[in-house]
């Protein structure tokens, strides 16, 4: 019994090519990018390290010990994973083209940004996080485990709270009240709610 004890190998082979799908799409961005990272940039790349180690081990220990497991007969929440795998990416892709050059993969500001306030951005200020978010839910549920499903929800929710609270510092001081009047009239991650 392996980590990815799902109930047959033909949804393991649709789950490895969507997530190859998902690290191809993560590895075009990150290639895209040309600024160095900066020394707020590595403290958030240290914590991330740190969360992500967290995440993998205790996801190990989850599925090792089968703690959680779904029955087969779910296999509609495999196929609702898969489905919200692709929707996170759709959203996360959606929002970098509409930032266009002003996206950057650190916490550093462009020469000469300016706040973009449409599509997502109209109701969330961070939808690049959402759909990678929503990326990591879509796993959580295609792997049919309710306790690494809760794991992923709070490690993503933690992970991404922590990076917007560093970046929402940057963007205030840079920004200055145009920012906060932003702040006030949307959300960080998720529309209505958070």
């Known amino acids: 019994m392996g980590i990815l004890n799902l ?10 090519i969507c997530l190859l799908v998902w690290v191809i799409v993560e590895y075009r961005i990150m290639v895209k990018q040309d600024k ?16 992500t180690l967290v995440f993998a081990v205790l996801s190990i220990f989850i599925f090792e010990n089968k703690l959680g497991n ?23 892709q959606y929002s970098m083209y509409i930032m266009g050059s002003s996206y950057v993969a650190t916490l550093q500001v462009q020469e000469k940004p300016t706040l973009i306030k449409k599509g997502p951005f109209k109701v969330v200020r961070h939808p690049c996080y959402t759909g990678f978010m929503i990326s990591l839910w879509g796993l959580g549920i295609s792997l049919l485990n ?7 929800v709070i ?16 963007l205030e001081k840079f920004f200055g009240d145009e920012y906060v009047k932003y702040k006030k009239k949307t959300k960080k991650l ?5």
């Open 7 to 16: 109930s047959s190998q033909l949804n393991q082979n649709i789950l490895g």
């Open 36 to 51: 160095r990272p900066s020394k707020k940039d590595i403290r958030a790349i240290i914590l991330f390290s740190i969360l």
């Open 190 to 194: 998720l529309p209505f709610v958070l």
């Open 70 to 92: 779904m029955k087969s007969h779910f296999n509609l929440f495999f196929w609702i994973g898969i489905f919200t795998i692709f929707i996170g990416i759709v959203i996360r």
């Open 155 to 170: 490690f993503s929710a933690s992970i991404f709270l922590i990076q917007i609270g560093i970046e929402e510092k940057e």
């Open 146 to 152: 309710w306790d690494f499903f809760i794991l992923t």
